[in-house]
């Protein structure tokens, strides 16, 4: 067995299209893995996509044929196949080797493999992959089959290829092609494996678990046929299992057990141990092929039986109850071929740092590469995957549904080894918006995708990979009877909030699970003055607008701030208002939704991430900036949370406890004034089970505000943040807008790390150091700090600048909801 990459001496061309004449009959180096837009822009042909508006003045790219071309010399090395293999080609292509004529493809989600030995040469050699313009392609596929209902501009539901790269409401339009993941040319004799799928499982033993390790190997055969057996071994933890397999088996099934198994648990229950499996194969004693994997045992079921209140949705691992603390997952660049290693690991860190335990791949990106699953794994993070299906009708009929089914295949093969992999979902609001957006009219009859969801994925998933769940869509209320996003059953979107509704309105649902939710903001300062150069800068800037997707985007940022924040008086109040208020809604709809447990078993926020400089959803923004909004989630999604509530009765105290270890003690509640004056006091015992709950009502007279814009309730109580009940919003509230008192000291022996500490003088709300703004590459390990009169904390600031220390304390740098008030203290 020999691999051989061919990554290199490719030339990019543009064959037909509306190409700028500059472009005419000529080559530029292309890398690959990539795609036109990075080869375009590396040649200085093009400014940068991301920039400005040039998005508009590069939708030509979208609708231009692409050649790719390499040559590369080639000897007989006597193998029987000579195999070109290509990991992922974006998206319809012709792939000719000397000029012969080898496939043509049409699905970037899955790979191919093609017998190239009858056309190779001794010495050189040439291949040429021809991508048909992928925005020409879908418009003619969508005419041809007939056009189905589906969201954004672009009918992306006619092809196989990423949703979001035609553009959504986050996400910019760069319809992209090019050789996107690895290819090469690989030569074999006899056998090899062709695919390896180790499912596993857990059986109580006499001292502990033993893992079970059931392992399907899937091989292909050359060359003439010998009638010579070949030996297939697997080891797994010191356990080693060989079988003679005859000539010509297609797939061998081996067992193997691990007495007192290391048990994999997602993070915050237990470690992630991971279990080299190695795959071998043997001919007269001499190794044909060889295939290293790694395994997590544990088990996996979600429970969705009716119950009194409907029917859950209850992830548990290994016996266990995980309460889902998680976010949506998109792709992390508009150029997926530009996310490496080590930014998908920085992306995990994301996740855990902020106490998640979940991520959600979102239907309309990718099956996610295996660098990401990797990271997830070790890190213990739990991944629900999205087949490729999102906010549109897909047609089933043989055109499409062979090439869905071949991609299905290969998604649940290559990602069985994977023990973060929990969840496999089959769309993304297909079954509601077939329901609730008026498709059934638009369509006439004609297929939308629903065989899909509930006929080929579960029989696929059932057949390859039965030791994961799944489940035909989110939201999805798992009884045809019932609306697809009925909040008593299954998993609910939660959408009337931000397009419609207050963030208020979250506590008028009461979801079993939440899978999609949130609220807009825009990236940091400096993320976003990077990308949009209007003068003067402001919401409603030509090139503001083009890096904020959402339909009427910025007006519902304004609607969402009233009532709960002043009005800004300059961009610079806007954009910290519009972070401020995000980073609020969500901490507001998540502290409910997590007070109504165990009714509600997950919370599952939109979203994690970017893939561009835009004003949306995301927590972490592209330039990889912590937004206010990721810090809120990192204090809301603590294991343990203490949180005011609206209950029967009047105000109630809620305690989660999401740990091993159950909580007992004393709670001192407490209603003041803003300077720290006692008014009313009360202490009450309690106790919370190991992942448990506990309600605790707060007396009548400790919640009879007498002024409700200089008061606060508070709960204290060991091992919790402080839970502070506000009567009113920061707009009606008297806060001191200048309620701090500042030191900055540089740490000795730490080079660039500098403390900032902060004093109260009065109550202060969501205090957060903007450190962009003082130098574009700091970073902070806090936001989002409350503080109570007489009360301090430090951020922790690391920065390369030499800069004055004092510009950490500037109003533009340091911030918090008070700050807000400047213009309205002499009249409150």
Known sequence: MAYRPLHDNWTLSAVSGPFPATLQDLSVAATVPGCAHTDLFAAGLIDPPFDGDNESRQQWIGNTVWRYETEFEWHDDGADRHDLVAQGLDTVAVIEVNGHLVAET????????????????????????????????????????????????????????????FGWDWGIDVATSGIWRPIGLESWSGARIASVRPLVDLRQGATGADGLLDVRIALDWAGASTGEAVEVTASVGGAVVTELVPEGTAEVRLALEVPDVQVWWPVGHGGQPLYPVEIGVQRGGV??????????????????????????????????????????????????????????????????????????????????????????????ILVWQDFLFACAAYAEEEWLAT????????????????????????????????????????????????????????????????T??????????????????????????????????????????RPRFV??????????????????????????????????????????????????????????????????????????????????????????????????????????????????????????YEPRLATFQPREGGVALVVLNDTDEPWQGDIRLQRTLFDGSSLAESRVSASVPARGEATVQVPADLAAFGDDSREILTARLDGYATAIHDPAQVVDQALDPDPLAVEVREVAGESGVVL????????????????????????????????????????????????????????AVLRHANSLHSAYSAAI
């Not at 994961?468 to 996003?485: C, T």
């Not at 893939?611 to 927590?619: D, L, Q």
């Open 287 to 380: 190794a044909v092929d060889a295939s290293e994997t790694r395994v997590g045992f544990r088990t996996v079921h979600v429970d969705t039986q009716p119950d009194v209140e409907g029917a859950p949705f209850t992830v548990i691992i290994n016996g266990r109850v995980i309460q889902v603390r998680g976010a949506n997952w998109i792709p992390d660049h508009a150029f997926v071929t530009e996310v490496d290693a080590d930014r998908y690991r920085r992306r995990i860190r994301d996740a855990v740092e902020s106490n998640m335990n979940l991520l959600r791949v979102w239907g309309g990106g990718i099956y996610e590469s295996d660098d990401f699953y990797a990271a997830c794994d070790e890190a213990g």
């Open 515 to 636: 899978s999609e939710f949130g609220f807009q903001g825009p990236p940091a300062w400096t993320t976003l003055v990077d990308a949009v150069h209007d003068e003067p800068l402001e919401p409603y800037g030509t090139q503001m607008l083009v890096h904020q997707k959402a339909a009427d985007g910025n007006l519902k940022l304004e609607r969402g701030m009233q009532g709960h924040l002043p009005e800004p008086r300059s961009i610079e109040e806007w954009h910290w208002a519009t972070q401020l208020n995000q980073a609020a809604a969500v901490r507001f709809g998540i502290e409910h939704f997590r007070s109504l447990s165990p009714r509600n078993t997950g919370v599952i926020v939109w979203q994690l991430n970017d893939s561009w400089p835009v004003v949306s959803w995301a927590a972490v923004d592209f330039a990889e900036r912590r937004k206010p909004l990721w810090f809120a989630l990192r204090d809301v």
């Open 403 to 466: 090439e869905v089914e071949a991609e299905a295949r290969e998604a649940i093969v290559r990602l069985s080894a994977h023990p973060s992999l929990v969840i496999w979902n089959g769309n993304n609001e297909n079954i509601w918006g077939y329901h609730d957006w008026g498709w059934q009219e638009k369509l006439d009859g004609r297929t939308w995708g629903v065989g899909y969801y509930r006929t080929l994925l579960p029989a696929l998933v059932a057949e390859l990979d039965p």
């Open 756 to 811: 900032v500490e902060v004093f109260a003088r009065s109550y202060v709300r969501d205090i957060t150091l903007l450190v962009d703004r003082f130098d574009v590459d700091a970073r902070v390990d806090r936001g989002m700090v409350t503080l109570l009169a007489g009360e301090s904390a430090v951020f922790r600031v690391t920065t390369a600048s030499t800069a004055d220390r004092s510009g950490l304390v500037e109003s």
């Open 468 to 509: 994961r769940f799944y489940s035909a869509a989110s939201p999805y209320s798992f009884d045809d009877d019932l609306h697809p996003n009925d909040e008593s059953h299954g998993t609910m979107h939660i959408w009337d909030v931000w397009n419609t509704e207050d963030y208020s309105v979250y506590r008028n649902h």
């Open 106 to 165: 049409e699905n970037q989600h899955r790979s191919y493999r093609f017998d190239v030995g009858s056309v190779l040469q001794e010495g050189v050699n040439t291949v040429t992959i021809t991508f048909r313009a992928p925005v020409d392609e879908a418009e003619a596929r969508s005419a041809a089959h007939g056009p189905r209902p589906h969201v954004n501009h672009h009918p992306y539901n006619a092809l196989r290829k990423a949703a979001f790269n």
